[in-house]
């Protein structure tokens, strides 16, 4: 008796667990369905307050438009407030306010009203009686626009004008055996959002929109669900029976497997515990777990089947499993660089690659068929490539040896518009897009003597010493070196070397 009390508690826990779990279950509707305030409030000298009661309505109701106005100034005005409703509600001009006037084409409503200064009020209240429903817009938009002493204000509030929801019907299966994944679904028509809540028959009562559940234990049970939206709810029953028979049923974890790669195989029978399993993978290799894992040593197509059995009988599942294998790649890279020289790195593949991802053993990555890689410092670099497809990744490696090198200067060439390289204004420079730039004045020519550098400096970081220098000489702050200024500079290199900008 204490063992099955223990089984049925594993199985409500296990039920519980799957709400949350399984796919298919659509948890976006646990939330509360959406309110419409119906309300707009403006404040200032002149405090404007509007509300519909209530904010939501369905043909044949009538919705009551309360508008008031509170002067908190010491002069008298004389605002105008403009209206836009809904084109489904309609107005009752018989019941209009005073300096009041109503476009019925256009759904407009304008009030002219005077307000006395020092607390002076205005109001008035106007039925709107809903005449129809745009099921597919069930929200709707009333607009207020308030204009006084120049100036003007404009805000909005949503309205919810609609039906109530119809369940069409319930999509349950008529049997199910006990611990099998069950998806509930529901046929609704009618505007939205929808709020579902389903009572399972034994006690359980499930928010969620077209839950995934499990029942412990084998029975008869009416399952029923109500839908609500703004307006109303609708209600629909259906029975199912869980019995204890078995039903054998599987998944994987992974559908794009590689040879070597543990596999998990999850197993979503059911029926009356205690259920013996037994897999075959295909490939000789079998299992008695409930949730086995292996390894496919070969690539290729198997057939994977699950069997189960308890005291009321026999289930199988089968299914199929493609096993691919990483890409055949391989590499050429120059052993030997030198720093501040674009290193050439080409890497290939058979026609199963989807990306080459490159590790160049000074903390950056590259990635491409073909790259190039810049280093600042001489050393020796261990350098990855990665070719990847869809069962995996093949990696190669290869040494590099950085020398010391020497700085380069690339000078870029000014064009005329016409395509040709042309003459300047003696003394004009060029900046790198060939806008020609008048000289600027100095009072004795400018000279930059060459600066004692220490041992492996890189390309880039020369020039960052070089332009501080200049600017201190101009009385300049300095430059501050960041992280990102010297990977522009760097790159800049790579970029000029890249499209064989070089002398």
Sequence with gaps: MKNRDLKNIFFLW??????????????????????????????????????????????????????????????????????????????????LPSGATANLQAHQLSWFPVISANGGTQQFTLPLRVETADI?????????????????????????????????????????SVGLPVQLRADLSGPGPFAQSWQLGDGRQVDVSNPVVVYPAAGVFDISLTANNAIGAHTATQRITIVPHPTAQFRVDDAMLGVGQNVTFINESGGQQPIAYLWDFGDGATSTDANPSHQYTAPGSYQVSLTIENTYGRSQAFGSLTVGQPPAADMVIDEQATTGQPLRAQATGDETVTAFRWEMGDGRAEEGAQIFHTYSRPGDYYVTMTAVNDYGGTE???????????????????LKGGGGAGMVTPGASLDPLGIVLEPVDLDAPFVMTPLELPAGTSPAEQLFIYINEARRQFELAPLNLVPQLSAAAQEHTVDMARFAYTG
Aim: net charge negative.
């Design 14 to 95: 296990l039920g519980m667990l799957l709400f949350l779990m399984l796919p298919g279950a659509d948890s976006s509707s646990a939330a509360p369905l959406a309110t419409y305030p119906g309300k707009i409030h403006m404040d200032g000298p002149l405090q404007f307050d509007l509300k519909v009661t209530p904010p939501v309505g369905t043909p044949g109701d009538t919705l009551l438009l309360e508008l008031s106005l509170i002067n908190l100034d010491q002069v008298t005005y004389t605002p105008e407030i403009n209206l836009q409703l809904p084109g489904n509600l309609a107005v009752n001009t018989a019941v």
């Design 396 to 414: 190669l490696s290869r040494w590099v040896h950085v020398e010391p090198g020497i700085m380069s200067v690339y000078l870029p060439l000014a």
């Design 136 to 176: 597919a817009r069930p929200e709707q938009t009333l607009t207020a626009v308030l204009r006084f002493d120049g100036k003007e204000r404009q805000e909005s509030t949503t309205l919810w004008i609609g039906i109530p929801p119809q369940v069409n019907g319930l999509v349950i299966p008529a049997q199910a």
